[in-house]
Nanobody, 116 residues
Framework: QVKLVESGGGSVQAGGSLRLSCAAS????????VGWFRQTPGKEREEVAT???????TYTDSVKGRFTISKDDAKLILYLQMNSLKPEDTAMYYC??????????WGQGTQVTVSS
């Protein structure tokens, strides 16, 4: 079992920045990817960004050029740097650790609210 704890959410005005962090309780060779998802009420959870063990990243189109996913392997922390935030980025953000191609472990979420 891997416990994930997010932090760094908050309220910002449009154009502002936030950096989300996700601390993992331990590492395991079984983890293939780590990533960030977000969800708003009434909508399905959306994959925002992923990062694999080789450093390869993916981003959903709406955040490309604005968000950056990274990690500190020594500290077991995953980050999501979010710049040029827009009101449509408002959501609960979750970090996840994948086994194979499916997210297996989830954090509890951190709320991001962007006002216009």
């Amino acid at each position: 079992q891997v416990k994930l704890v997010e932090s760094g959410g908050g309220s910002v005005q449009a154009g502002g920045s936030l950096r989300l962090s996700c601390a993992a309780s331990r590492n395991t060779p079984s983890i293939t990817f780590v990533g960030w998802f977000r969800q708003t009420p009434g909508k399905e959870r959306e994959e925002v960004a992923t990062l694999d063990s080789l450093g390869y990243t993916t981003y959903t189109d709406s955040v490309k050029g604005r968000f950056t996913i990274s990690k500190d392997d020594a500290k077991l922390i995953l980050y999501l740097q979010m710049n040029s935030l827009k009101p449509e980025d408002t959501a609960m953000y979750y970090c996840a650790a994948f086994i194979g191609f499916a997210p297996k472990f989830w954090g509890q979420g951190t709320q991001v609210t962007v006002s216009s």
